[in-house]
């Protein structure tokens, strides 16, 4: 996925659509840039019902604990599993193949109300 045809979660999370219609949900390059190197994570299960704007995991570098947000509501239908033994795969490719989550978005759950990539960015050059 292109940065560019993505929202974001003024958190740091991005979210996008995939072929299928699930929302694919991951951490930006700026959030790995401020962590630096990674440590840890943890993710939910598959079944697993998400809450936008509420925790669903969390990342750890050697500077701090972050707790990951959902930039949407509805059920986790895929993990990204092979992250938590291989953190590198977030700063290779955090808009690919660094991708966290997949969700199957609930009823009347949309993308509105999320950053588009300019006004994104923006937030990230004014921090």
């Known amino acids: 996925m292109k940065p560019e045809e993505l929202k974001y979660n003024a958190s740091h999370e991005w979210v996008g659509l995939d072929s299928d219609g699930l929302a694919v949900i991951g951490i930006t390059d700026f959030a790995l840039e ?5 440590v ?6 598959v079944g697993a019902q998400v809450t936008a704007g ?9 500077k701090a604990v972050s707790p990951l947000y959902s930039p949407v509501s509805g059920e986790v239908v895929e993990v990204h599993s092979e992250l938590v033994e291989s953190l590198e795969k977030l700063g290779d490719d955090p808009f690919g193949n660094g991708w966290i989550i997949k ?8 993308l509105d109300g999320l950053l588009d990539h300019d006004s994104y960015r923006k937030q990230c050059s004014d921090a």
């Open 34 to 38: 401020q962590l630096t190197d990674l």
């Open 40 to 45: 840890y994570m943890a993710l939910p299960e």
């Open 54 to 62: 509420e925790e669903f995991g969390e990342v750890e570098s050697v």
């Open 103 to 110: 969700v199957k978005l609930a009823d009347g759950a949309s």
